[in-house]
């Protein structure tokens, strides 16, 4: 959270858009509601393209998005002082909920950044702000998530019928 530097930190073997909507998706779970704005780096999964005059959006992020009621934003491509909070919060996890730690599984590995998330990051003084983030976080104006259910989202797939009216599914045609 960008005012009050609170933070959540998940682990995914890939970058794709199901993990970005997981991730999403876990994090206003965990804040307990959804922020007014999202700063998102270029990661072809939520932009497919940014110019100076446009960004195009991945349309399942951009809907995404919309049922959450939050506005993305994405940072200028090659400007990292775009997301200076964001990058600084990433150096902080990994020097030091990460630094010299083996994890047996990611479920393993997840369940110990929570475990950090909440009894360190969320009570320690932070270094800009001076202040606890736990703290700062009740002055964060989050939209309530209420009794909304989790995105749902099926990936579409487009197959071509083959002379035989068949189509192929899995390695299966039927």
């Given amino acids: 959270m960008g005012y009050s530097r609170r933070l959540v930190a998940v682990a995914f073997p890939r970058q794709r858009l199901r993990e970005w909507l997981a991730g999403h ?11 007014d704005r999202i700063v998102v780096d270029n990661a ?16 399942t992020y951009a809907d ?10 994405a940072c200028a ?39 950090w998330a909440t009894t360190v990051a969320d009570v320690r003084v932070h270094g800009t702000t001076h202040e606890v983030p736990l703290m700062r976080f009740a002055q964060e104006a989050l939209t309530p998530l209420g009794s909304r259910p989790p995105y749902q989202w099926a990936p579409v ?18």
């Fill in 25 to 35: 998706g876990l994090a206003f779970q965990h804040f307990g509601g959804v922020p």
């Fill in 77 to 115: 491509p090659y400007r990292p002082q775009t997301k200076g909070k964001v990058e600084s919060g990433v150096k902080y996890v990994q020097r030091n909920a990460l630094a010299g730690k083996r994890f047996h599984s990611w479920d393993h590995l997840n369940a110990w950044l929570l475990e």
């Fill in 157 to 174: 797939r487009r197959r071509l019928v083959a002379a035989d009216a068949l189509v192929s599914v899995a390695g299966r045609r039927d």
């Fill in 44 to 59: 072809k999964a939520m932009v497919l393209t940014h110019t100076r005059d446009a960004i195009v959006w991945n349309a």
């Fill in 64 to 73: 995404f998005a919309s049922s959450y009621g939050v506005r993305p934003w």
